[in-house]
């Protein structure tokens, strides 16, 4: 049993001073009281502001190892856009060993916790050798970023991604060997193979495809009907104006579009991007019980695009963040630069219709919508009995924070204190970060360096 005592503490009513939290050994609350409700000095004491851990809905782990290298640009005309950029990546990933993206994964994993998030959603899609062929077991990939994961303490909700066709009906290029399922009943073989290395793990499973680039619309559905007991269903989908192009040449319709003309029932569908959009799909999308994942830094060192959030939220959208490339691994950034795009969009500061408060609304979304994309059955603000505690706190001497009412803390946070970390983060009742350290920081920081002077 662990016992914790807040001096400041986020909850759904709002801040509360001295609270105190105990935890069974699977790092479930079983006791939320004030004042405590065994002798003090059982009680670890966590001074500052406290506030639920953040959610990274999206991420592409081995992409770490390549951030920063392509800033950089060849002078001929067109290389330095997204699909410029993908080529890079494809070469970094024929690189890699699994040994290689279990090093990268946990240095990432590690930035991650840092940074306040407790769990992530990995879209994993490097399934196969360097030449193509299935590992043994298949699912090899898969199981060296829960190792990676299990190995730092954060939470990991693996999406293995079926990736057939190069774009649109085209075959796939030789650089995307490793990616690629001849069909879905392979790609399954394999997501089969992950569950039952599964049983008995906290690690979450879901499904994904890569993008209705790479895959059919009857191979989507497919897919995501294959999801098990809640397992949730994430797709790519509509980040490049090339993109939205090539489906309506291919398709006759955009992307979005043509999967809410083919499915009604979009519940546990997780939309990453979704950034270019007309006003009858953002109406239609809103209104749907699928919900948009967004990566507000990668899609802006992308050049993807600015997603319509206002004329979206107004309709009753719903959304949540991921880090992606992890060209920037920092939650406050992405939501910083979230609302920011929606101010340079619509030349107000107020950019979210109706919003007094678009800290809190930004930091809801996340909450409520980031556990649902993660497969996650508790309410990350709740804080209720039998739930996991994950919880992060930020320094109370930052002087910013401590000239401002509790009532402000929350949009200092988010909007004024660029490049603060947590001094403590508690995953799943462990606490993974203390004073702002990991136990393995020096040993991963290391693997990590060699690790890229070594590829």
Same mark, same amino acid.
């Given at each position: 049993?662990?016992?914790?005592?807040?001096?400041?503490?986020?909850?759904?009513?709002?801040?509360?001073?001295?609270?105190?939290?105990?935890?069974?050994?699977?790092?479930?609350?079983?006791?939320?009281?004030?004042?405590?409700?065994?002798?003090?000095?059982?009680?670890?004491?966590?001074?500052?502001?406290?506030?639920?851990?953040?959610?990274?809905?999206?991420?592409?782990?081995?992409?770490?190892?390549?951030?920063?290298?392509?800033?950089?640009?060849?002078?001929?005309?067109?290389?330095?856009?997204?699909?410029?950029?993908?080529?890079?990546?494809?070469?970094?990933?024929?690189?890699?060993?699994?040994?290689?993206?279990?090093?990268?994964?946990?240095?990432?994993?590690?930035?991650?916790?840092?940074?306040?998030?407790?769990?992530?959603?990995?879209?994993?899609?490097?399934?196969?050798?360097?030449?193509?062929?299935?590992?043994?077991?298949?699912?090899?990939?898969?199981?060296?970023?829960?190792?990676?994961?299990?190995?730092?303490?954060?939470?990991?909700?693996?999406?293995?991604?079926?990736?057939?066709?190069?774009?649109?009906?085209?075959?796939?290029?030789?650089?995307?060997?490793?990616?690629?399922?001849?069909?879905?009943?392979?790609?399954?073989?394999?997501?089969?193979?992950?569950?039952?290395?599964?049983?008995?793990?906290?690690?979450?499973?879901?499904?994904?495809?890569?993008?209705?680039?790479?895959?059919?619309?009857?191979?989507?559905?497919?897919?995501?009907?294959?999801?098990?007991?809640?397992?949730?269903?994430?797709?790519?989908?509509?980040?490049?104006?090339?993109?939205?192009?090539?489906?309506?040449?291919?398709?006759? $319709?955009?992307?979005?579009?043509?999967?809410?003309?083919?499915?009604?029932?979009? $519940?546990?569908?997780?939309?990453?991007?979704?950034?270019?959009?007309?006003?009858?799909?953002?109406?239609?999308?809103?209104?749907?019980?699928?919900?948009?994942?967004?990566?507000?830094?990668?899609?802006?060192?992308?050049?993807?695009?600015?997603?319509?959030?206002?004329?979206?939220?107004?309709?009753?959208?719903?959304?949540?963040?991921?880090?992606?490339?992890?060209?920037?691994?920092?939650?406050?950034?992405?939501?910083?630069?979230?609302?920011?795009?929606?101010?340079?969009?619509?030349?107000?500061?107020?950019?979210?219709?109706?919003?007094?408060?678009?800290?809190?609304?930004?930091?809801?979304?996340?909450?409520?919508?980031?556990?649902?994309?993660?497969?996650?059955?508790?309410?990350? $603000?709740?804080?209720?009995?039998?739930?996991?505690?994950?919880?992060?706190?930020?320094?109370?001497?930052?002087?910013?924070?401590?000239?401002? $009412?509790?009532?402000?803390?929350?949009?200092?946070?988010?909007?004024?204190?660029?490049?603060?970390?947590?001094?403590?983060?508690?995953?799943?009742?462990?606490?993974?970060?203390?004073?702002?350290?990991?136990?393995?920081?020096?040993?991963?920081?290391?693997?990590?360096?060699?690790?890229?002077?070594?590829?």
């Amino acid at each position: 049993m662990d016992h914790w005592h807040f001096s400041h503490f986020l909850t759904e009513g709002g801040w509360e001073s001295d609270c105190y939290i105990s935890c069974d050994e699977y790092g479930r609350i079983t006791n939320v009281s004030k004042p405590p409700e065994v002798e003090l000095n059982s009680y670890t004491k966590i001074a500052g502001l406290s506030i639920p851990s953040f959610l990274n809905a999206h991420s592409h782990a081995f992409q770490y190892a390549i951030a920063g290298l392509g800033e950089l640009f060849p002078r001929e005309a067109g290389a330095d856009d997204f699909w410029s950029w993908r080529r890079s990546m494809y070469e970094m990933a024929l690189s890699l060993s699994p040994a290689a993206v279990e090093s990268i994964a946990a240095m990432v994993y590690l930035k991650m916790l840092k940074a306040g998030y407790s769990h992530v959603a990995e879209f994993h899609y490097i399934h196969k050798d360097s030449q193509g062929n299935a590992y043994e077991p298949l699912a090899e990939m898969s199981l060296c970023l829960t190792r990676a994961a299990e190995r730092v303490g954060i939470g990991l909700t693996i999406l293995p991604v079926y990736y057939r066709s190069g774009n649109f009906g085209e075959p796939a290029s030789p650089a995307q060997r490793r990616f690629v399922f001849a069909n879905v009943r392979e790609y399954l073989a394999l997501v089969d193979n992950l569950r039952q290395s599964l049983l008995g793990s906290s690690t979450k499973l879901g499904l994904g495809v890569h993008s209705l680039r790479a895959a059919s619309i009857e191979e989507v559905l497919e897919v995501s009907s294959n999801c098990l007991n809640g397992e949730v269903f994430h797709l790519h989908i509509a980040e490049q104006q090339k993109e939205v192009a090539d489906c309506l040449s291919y398709h006759n $319709k955009r992307p979005v579009e043509l999967l809410l003309d083919s499915r009604s029932d979009l $519940k546990n569908f997780f939309l990453v991007h979704a950034t270019h959009l007309n006003d009858n799909e953002v109406s239609r999308l809103a209104a749907s019980e699928a919900r948009v994942v967004l990566c507000p830094t990668t899609e802006a060192n992308l050049a993807d695009g600015i997603f319509p959030l206002n004329n979206f939220i107004k309709q009753g959208g719903q959304f949540c963040i991921g880090s992606d490339s992890h060209i920037a691994v920092d939650p406050l950034e992405e939501l910083r630069l979230l609302d920011y795009g929606q101010r340079l969009r619509s030349h107000r500061r107020l950019s979210i219709d109706d919003v007094n408060d678009p800290a809190a609304l930004l930091f809801e979304h996340c909450c409520v919508n980031g556990q649902a994309a993660l497969g996650l059955a508790e309410d990350a $603000k709740s804080f209720k009995i039998g739930s996991k505690l994950n919880v992060i706190t930020f320094s109370g001497q930052e002087p910013l924070l401590a000239a401002r $009412k509790p009532d402000l803390w929350l949009a200092t946070l988010i909007y004024a204190l660029g490049g603060v970390r947590p001094i403590s983060v508690i995953a799943d009742g462990n606490q993974v970060i203390s004073e702002g350290s990991h136990q393995l920081q020096s040993e991963i920081y290391q693997e990590f360096e060699d690790l890229l002077k070594s590829i």
